[in-house]
Nanobody, 120 residues
């Protein structure tokens, strides 16, 4: 079972950018589909972006203009870059992974999450 650790969250002002990292305990490139989810208080956890075992990327349609998911040079790391942050982006961001090649499969492995707070 792969272990995941997110980092890079924090407090930022509206309009700023942020890059979150998800480090896995083993190589994930080509072996795991990795997805970023977020959960705001009172809301369900929702998928933001995903990169599958073939490197195919999928975004939530409402976010694709500001969110970018990438794999790092290391085969263990996946990033989520967020541009033009808005207060409504405030949430705990989670990294999830699973062996299925589909971005529509709910991950079976989760990190602990990293808090992003957007406020002036």
């Amino acid at each position: 079972q792969v272990l995941l650790v997110e980092s890079g969250g924090g407090w930022v002002q509206p309009g700023e950018s942020l890059t979150l990292s998800c480090e896995a305990s083993e190589s994930i490139s080509g072996r795991y589909t990795v997805a970023w989810y977020r959960q705001a208080p009172g809301n369900e956890r929702a998928r933001v972006a995903c990169i599958n075992t073939l490197g195919i990327i999928d975004y939530d349609n409402s976010l694709k203009d500001r969110f970018t998911i990438t794999r790092g040079m290391s085969r263990n790391t996946t990033y989520l870059h967020i541009d033009s942050l808005k207060p409504e982006d405030t949430a705990v961001y989670y990294c999830g992974a699973h062996r299925s090649g589909s971005c529509y499969t709910v991950p079976t492995n989760w990190g602990q999450g990293t808090q992003v707070t957007v406020s002036s």
